[in-house]
C-alpha cells in the first residue's frame, strides 16, 4: 500500500513538473521557431509574436478585436517576459480604409499622394487600441523566475504608428485577416 502511494506520489510530481515546463519559453526557441515573429525594438530589446497564439475576439466590422501572446527579450536584464496583448482596431483608419476615404481608389498604392495621406492620417491616428499584461518572466534557458498574478504593463491606450506595439499588432491583424491595416 504505502508502495503505490509512494509510485502515485512520484508519478503525480513527476507530471506536474512537466506540464509546468512546457509553458516555460527559451530564447533559442524564440529565435528559432517559425511560430515567433520578431520585432527589433532596440538593440537591447527585441518582441516576439506568437503567431500561433492569435485569437478573434470580437468580429464587428469596421471593428474587430483580438488576443495574441507577445514575449519582451531584455537583453541587458537577461530576461523573457512573456505577455499577452488585447488590441482592437478600426478598419476605417486602416490603409485601405484611408484609401477609400479620400478617393484614392484608383491611384497606385506607390504613388506620393497615397503615401503622404496615408502617412498623415496614421501619425493622426493609427486605428489601433492596445493593453499588455505580463503573466511570467523566464530566464534565456527558460527557467521560471515569476509566475503569478498577472502585471499590467500599459492599460488599453492608441498604439502609435511609429511603435513596436502597432507593428506587432498589425503583424498580428495580417495573421488573422487578408487586409492592409
Not at 512573456?82 to 481608389?105: F, P, Q, V
Not at 521560471?144 to 500599459?154: C, E, N, R
Request: hydrophobic content about 40%.
Amino acid at each position: 500500500m504505502l508502495l503505490r502511494f509512494i509510485r502515485l506520489f512520484t508519478l503525480t510530481v513527476t507530471f506536474i513538473c512537466i506540464s509546468s515546463a512546457t509553458f516555460a519559453i527559451s530564447l533559442g526557441e524564440l529565435q528559432n521557431s517559425p511560430q515567433f515573429w520578431r520585432e527589433r525594438h532596440d538593440s537591447s530589446r527585441d518582441i516576439y509574436l506568437d503567431l500561433n497564439s492569435v485569437q478573434n475576439v470580437i468580429y464587428e466590422p469596421p471593428q474587430y478585436t483580438l488576443k495574441f501572446k507577445v514575449y519582451a527579450v531584455d537583453k541587458k536584464e537577461n530576461f523573457i517576459a512573456e505577455g499577452e496583448a488585447i488590441a482592437d482596431y478600426d478598419y476605417n483608419k486602416s490603409i485601405e480604409g484611408i484609401i477609400k476615404r479620400n478617393n484614392l481608389s484608383k491611384v497606385p498604392y506607390t504613388s506620393e499622394k497615397v503615401k503622404s495621406t496615408v502617412k498623415k492620417a496614421k501619425l493622426k491616428d493609427s486605428g489601433v487600441v492596445s493593453g499588455l499584461k505580463f503573466s511570467a518572466v523566464y530566464d534565456f534557458n527558460g527557467n521560471v523566475i515569476y509566475s503569478g498574478d498577472s502585471i499590467v504593463a500599459f492599460k488599453k491606450e492608441k498604439v502609435d504608428a511609429t511603435s513596436s506595439g502597432y507593428v506587432i499588432s498589425v503583424k498580428a491583424f495580417k495573421k488573422y485577416y487578408n487586409v492592409k491595416f
